[in-house]
């Protein structure tokens, strides 16, 4: 009986193993498969990313500025997540209408991936996750 329960285990594990592998393969494939459609959406999404080792305080304000539509009474935002346990820093800059951001397609969306963000922007956000800009 015991072998039998060793021989069970060994084929679980061995299953576990080839599951494992079949989802990277798997991932891998949807990867390649919708990496030009992942282009059409940011497209249509007005989706940008951005990955820089310094991002600041002046380059947010500058994109909100070239990416705002005359007679539009919007809002920036800015939304920082903390750093990841891969020193990485997600910021989302994107516009508000009515209190409401506008992550739909309607307005201008950019997520910039930073290992470092200035002096201005840190001092900016102090103890919050979020900025209202003006």
Do not use: C
Not at 47 to 73: C, D, M, Q
Not at 92 to 113: M, S
Not at 115 to 132: C, P, R, V, W
């Amino acid at each position: 009986m015991a072998d039998n329960d060793l021989f069970i285990s060994f084929l679980s594990e061995i299953g576990k193993d080839a599951y494992r592998l079949a989802q990277d393969r798997i991932i891998q494939k949807a990867k390649d498969l919708f990496k030009n459609d992942f282009e059409l959406f940011k497209i249509f999404w007005n989706y940008e990313e951005k990955n820089t080792p310094v991002y600041g305080f002046r380059n947010a304000i500058s994109w909100l500025k070239e990416n705002h539509k005359p007679g539009k009474k919007r809002k920036g935002g800015i939304y920082f997540t903390p750093r990841d346990n891969s020193g990485i820093i997600v910021l989302h800059i994107f516009f508000l209408e009515d209190e409401t951001p506008l992550l739909n397609g309607a307005a201008p969306h950019l997520v910039v991936k930073t290992h470092e963000i200035d002096e201005d922007l840190n001092n900016a956000f102090k103890n919050n996750t979020l900025l209202i800009i003006e």
